[in-house]
C-alpha cells in the first residue's frame, strides 16, 4: 500500500501527527517573518505549538534554550507571548487568541488542559537582536532604549490605581528613556513587581537573543561590561522573585558559567543535546515531507534532505528550517540559503588561526562521512575560546556549524563525541572559509586559479613557480617545519578547483596510502590528479638533490599504482614535489 496522502480542512493541512497551518490557503512561505499573529494569519505554519505544553510542564521557572541562528527561536518565543499574554490596554490590536491557536496541537491537547493559561498572564517581552555595536557605549544606549520601549508597551501602568505615586512617575521616567542608572539597572525586576501588582497575576518574561550583547562585547572589547550589567539585570528578575511565574530565554551560545547566570541555580538550559523539546526547534522528517505535499513538491524532499538536513537535537534528526523554507520558496532550487543570513565570524576565525593539527582535523571533517572526536563543554565562557582550543567545538556545535549523533549525557564534558558537518549547505561554508584564507595566501582569487590551472594542464613548471612565491611571500602563516606543515599547505591549496571534488587526503590506494588526489566530477572532462609530497630540512639537501627527492615522489606515485583504479578518458596527472625551507621542487608526469 503506498503512503496515506495529507487532508486540508478548516485552514489546516493533516499528514499523520503533523499539521501544517494556512489559514489563508495561499501556500505563502514565511521568510524572515518571526510575528506569530501575522505568520498563522497569512502564511503556512509548521505547528510547533506543543512548546507551550513543554514550558508550562518542565516545573522550571526559568528555561533557557539555545539553538543556532535562525532555526525558529524568535518566532516560537513570540508564539509563546501571544498564548500568554493577557491584554494589554491600549494596545492598537487584541491577539483573539481562540482564532490563531484554536486549530493547532495546543488547544486540544490533553483534552484542553492548557486553554486556562492562554491570556492569562502579564508579558514582558524583550529582544536583543540588535545590541550589536562596537562601542559599550552605543549598546548601553541600544539596552537602554529597548527598556524604555517595553515600559512604553506596558505605559498604562502610569494611571493604575494598584501604583504608588512614586510608582507611576517610574514608569513614566522610563518609558520615556530617562531613568537614572540605577533605575535601569533594576528595570526588569521594577516592571515585573508593578505588572504584578497591577494586575493581580504573576508575570511571564520572555528575552530573545540574550546572548548577542555578549558575543558583540566579547568582540569589541568591552565583554567585562556587559557581562557586568546583564548580570545585575537578569539576576534581581529572574531569582527570588515573587511576581515571575516563568521566564524563557532564546540564544545561540549557552554562556551558563559567565557571571550572568552564577546566581541563577533555578535555571534549566536545553541544547541540542537535550531530548527535551527536541522537535520544537528545525523541521523533522515527518514535517519536510508533509509540507512537501501540501506545496506540490514531493519530488525535493530527497534533494532537500541532501543540502539541509542532518542536524540532531536531542533524540530527532532535523532539517535547517530556514534554508528548507527557501528552498521550497524558490520551487527547489538547491542555494546556500542559511550562510547567508549573519556572519559567519566563529567558523572563520577558526579556519583562519588553524595550526597543522587544527587544519588535519578540519580536511578530515570535509572528507565524505568525515568526523572529528571531541568533548562538547557547553556552558562555554567566552575567554576560554582564545585558550582552551577544544572550547571553539563547542562553540561551532552551538552554532550549528557541526552537530552530533552522540547526544546522551548532555552534561557530560569528559565524553569525547563523534562531530560532523551536518550537510552540503554546512560543508559549502566550510570549504569557502578554506578557499579563502588560501586564496588570500596565494595573492588573491585570481592567483590561486592560475596555480589551479596550472595543475589542471600538467605544467609542473608553473606549478612550482606558484607554490615558491607562495612559500617566499606568506611565511607568516605556517611553520613550515616537517611534511605535515606542506601537506597541510598544499592540501588547502586545492580546494575549489573548478570540475573536481574536494581533495582527498591519505587514502589506502593501489599498494599504499597516497599523500594528496583530487578526484574530477566527470572522468571524461578532466584528469585525476595525484600528489606525492617529501620534506628534507634545509640544510641537508642542495638544488639539485630537491629535484632529485621530487622525481622519487613522482616514481612512488607510478611504484605503488596510487591512481591504478582509474579509468580517465583525458588520463591521469601525477606530481611529486619536493619542500625544503622556503625552496621547492616540482616534478609531473601525464599518463594516457
Not at 375 to 395: C, E, H
Amino acid at each position: 500500500m503506498g503512503e496515506s496522502s495529507g487532508l486540508y480542512k478548516d485552514g489546516i493541512f493533516r499528514k499523520g501527527k503533523v499539521r501544517i497551518s494556512d489559514l489563508a490557503g495561499r501556500k505563502m512561505l514565511p521568510i524572515g517573518n518571526s510575528n506569530f499573529a501575522t505568520v498563522v494569519e497569512n502564511s503556512v505554519f509548521i505547528d510547533k505549538s506543543m512548546l507551550i505544553a513543554d514550558v508550562l510542564d518542565s516545573g522550571s521557572s526559568v528555561t533557557l534554550f539555545c539553538r543556532p541562528r535562525r532555526f525558529g527561536k524568535s518566532l516560537n518565543l513570540n508564539m509563546l507571548q501571544r498564548f500568554f499574554e493577557a491584554e494589554v490596554p491600549g494596545y492598537p490590536l487584541p491577539v483573539d487568541i481562540p482564532a490563531l491557536f484554536g486549530n493547532l496541537a495546543i488547544w486540544d491537547a490533553d483534552s484542553g488542559r492548557y486553554q486556562i493559561h492562554a491570556g492569562a498572564y502579564p508579558v514582558i517581552r524583550y529582544s536583543f537582536n540588535d545590541v550589536k555595536q562596537q562601542a559599550w557605549s552605543n549598546a548601553r544606549e541600544a539596552i537602554a532604549a529597548n527598556i524604555a520601549a517595553e515600559y512604553r508597551r506596558h505605559e498604562y501602568l502610569g494611571e493604575s490605581d494598584r501604583l504608588s505615586a512614586v510608582e507611576k512617575e517610574l514608569v513614566l521616567r522610563l518609558a520615556s528613556g530617562e531613568g537614572e542608572d540605577a533605575e535601569v539597572q533594576k528595570s526588569l525586576a521594577t516592571l515585573s513587581q508593578m505588572l504584578f501588582k497591577h494586575h493581580g497575576r504573576r508575570v511571564v518574561v520572555l528575552i530573545d537573543e540574550y546572548d548577542a550583547p555578549v558575543m558583540a562585547g566579547y568582540t569589541y572589547g568591552y565583554y567585562a561590561e556587559v557581562v557586568g550589567f546583564l548580570k545585575g539585570w537578569l539576576t534581581g528578575a529572574l531569582k527570588d522573585n515573587d511576581a515571575l511565574a516563568f521566564a524563557v530565554l532564546t540564544g545561540v551560545q549557552r554562556i551558563t558559567k559567565e557571571s550572568i547566570f552564577s546566581d541563577l541555580n533555578n535555571m534549566t538550559v536545553n541544547t541540542a543535546l537535550d531530548t527535551a523539546s527536541d522537535e520544537r526547534y528545525g523541521f523533522t522528517q515527518a514535517e519536510v515531507d508533509a509540507l512537501a505535499e501540501y506545496l506540490g513538491c514531493k519530488n525535493c524532499v530527497t534533494e532537500a534532505g541532501y543540502w539541509y538536513d542532518g542536524y540532531r537535537f536531542g533524540n530527532t534528526d532535523v532539517y535547517n528550517p530556514w534554508s528548507t523554507l527557501n528552498y521550497f520558496r524558490s520551487g527547489g532550487k538547491a542555494d546556500v540559503y542559511w550562510g547567508n543570513t549573519s556572519s559567519n565570524a566563529v567558523l572563520g576565525d577558526m579556519v583562519r588561526s588553524a595550526d597543522d593539527r587544527l587544519l588535519g582535523k578540519l580536511y578530515g571533517l570535509l572528507e565524505p562521512g568525515g568526523t572529528v572526536r571531541e568533548p562538547l563543554d557547553l556552558g562555554i565562557v567566552f575567554p576560554d575560546v582564545g585558550l582552551r582550543k577544544r572550547a571553539l567545538w563547542s562553540m561551532l556545535y552551538l552554532a550549528g556549524y557541526v552537530t552530533t549523533d552522540d547526544t546522551g549525557s548532555p552534561n557530560r564534558t569528559d565524553i569525547l563525541r563523534a562531530l560532523r558537518i551536518p550537510n552540503r549547505e554546512i560543508g559549502l561554508l566550510f570549504q569557502g572559509e578554506v578557499i579563502e584564507r588560501f586564496a588570500e595566501m596565494a595573492g588573491g582569487r585570481d592567483r590561486l586559479d592560475d596555480l589551479h590551472a596550472a595543475l589542471m594542464r600538467g605544467e609542473e613548471a608553473l606549478v612550482e613557480e606558484e607554490l615558491e612565491r607562495i612559500l617566499l611571500d606568506s611565511a607568516s602563516f605556517f611553520d613550515l617545519v616537517n611534511e605535515n606543515s606542506y601537506h597541510m599547505l598544499v592540501l588547502g591549496l586545492l580546494f575549489g578547483i573548478p570540475y573536481y571534488g574536494r581533495p582527498q587526503s591519505n587514502r589506502e590506494a593501489g599498494r599504499g596510502r597516497f599523500d594528496i588526489q583530487i578526484v574530477p566530477d566527470n572522468p571524461k572532462r578532466a584528469p585525476l590528479i595525484t600528489i606525492e609530497i617529501k620534506y628534507a630540512r634545509p640544510e641537508t639537501l642542495s638544488e639539485e638533490g630537491l629535484r632529485e627527492l621530487a622525481k622519487e615522489a613522482l616514481a612512488q606515485v607510478a611504484d605503488r599504482a596510487y591512481d591504478g583504479w582509474a579509468v580517465n578518458s583525458v588520463g591521469n596527472l601525477r606530481y611529486g614535489i619536493a619542500f625544503s625551507g622556503k625552496a621547492v621542487a616540482v616534478a609531473g608526469d601525464r599518463i594516457c
